[in-house]
């Protein structure tokens, strides 16, 4: 199976961005060129990288490695409805990626998605993209470990799902307070599960921490 590190910038207060539609590259302004570099190390060392539909809508990603020498690992976005805005980053700049889309997909969006060359669609899923199925469909390509790197909506989904084998936090010196800024999980309920922490460190002037399953 696909092994999957979550790798995400969480402020002090436990935000994803600064506000409720902030995106969250204004974090990078807190950020480092050091911290920003052992970031892009991460992604050239994983297979595949993930974000949700809503983080393409809100942070127009690029989602290669830049900040570092290395190949950008395949984009991976599950939009469960098809709707990504045709003039975003990963519609146009030609890097290969796969969306992963359910069978409520309306043949409007797939269209949009279908007329660019390098993105291909996958159908996993009634309503919803199941991210099982869609784990499986990777590990039959090949794919072996993946980032995924939010927001709320995908981290709280992989968790619920048991798909997550790291937790990687990069702990933003800031107070976002904003109480309608996204949180870490998005609030639905799940089971409790307790985590090792096995690596903590500063890089660049940002505490990172690192965390496994306590039974792994
Ligand atoms: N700080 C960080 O490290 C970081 C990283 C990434 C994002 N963010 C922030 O997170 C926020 C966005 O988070 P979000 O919670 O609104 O959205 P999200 O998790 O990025 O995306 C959720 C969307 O993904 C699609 N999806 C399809 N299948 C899914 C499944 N099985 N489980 C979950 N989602 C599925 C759905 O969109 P459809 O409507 O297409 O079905 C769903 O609404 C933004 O503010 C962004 O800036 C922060």
Redesign the pocket.
Known sequence: MVEITT????TIDGK??LG??????D?FLYSTDELKAWFHTQRAANDAIM??????R??D?ELTVRHVQGRNPLRVI???????PPDCTLMNDGVPTLV?V?ERATPEALAILESRDHIEVVVC?RD????QALMALLDARGIRTMIA??????????FKADLVSRIII?HIPVIAGAPD??TYL?GTSMSLSRWRLEDWFIKGGIGVSVYRPLDA
């Open positions: 790798l995400s910038e969480l994803l961005s409720r539609s902030a995106s969250s590259k974090l974000v949700g539909a809503n983080t393409v809100v942070d990603p599950p939009s469960s409805d098809g709707r990504l992963a359910s899923g919803q993209v199941d991210l790197e939010g927001g709320s909506e995908l981290l709280s989904s992989l990069k800024a996204p998005n």
